[in-house]
């Protein structure tokens, strides 16, 4: 099993920026590719970014491109979201999946049925 603990989630206004981190702990031995995803109430969850197993390739929801900056340290297994320039429609729950994939494939992940672990989501709020 693996634990995802994300955390660096507040109140802000806009134009503010913030850096959520996510720790995996546990079983962690595996090669993962790793995703930021964000549910607002009443809306589905959604990606806002996605990097491959060994970080080389990315992806990013259209709303939050040249805004936002997904990166990993896999020495300290923690991915980070960088986000700045938010915006009031960013308010959300932002939760960190992982999904372990074999060591000699770059995976990449955009859609949360395929991944494997969950954090359990950090608050984001942007004022106007």
């Known amino acids: 099993q693996v634990q995802l603990v994300e955390s660096g989630g507040g109140l802000l206004q806009t134009g503010g920026s913030l850096r959520l981190s996510c720790e995996a702990s546990?079983?962690?031995?595996?090669?993962?590719?790793m995703g930021w995803f964000r549910q607002a109430p009443g809306k589905e969850r959604t990606l806002v970014a996605a990097?491959?197993?060994?970080?080389?390739?990315?992806s990013y929801a259209d709303p939050v491109k040249g805004r936002f900056t997904i990166s990993r340290n896999n020495a300290k297994k923690t991915v980070y979201l960088q986000m700045n320039s938010l915006k009031p429609e960013d308010t959300a729950v932002y939760y960190c999946a992982g999904k372990v994939v074999n060591y000699n494939v770059d995976y990449l992940g955009t859609r949360p049925s395929v991944y494997d672990y969950w954090g359990q989501g950090t608050q984001v709020t942007v004022s106007p």
């Open positions: 990097i491959s197993s060994y970080g080389g390739r990315t």
């Open positions: 546990g079983q962690t031995g595996s090669s993962y590719a």
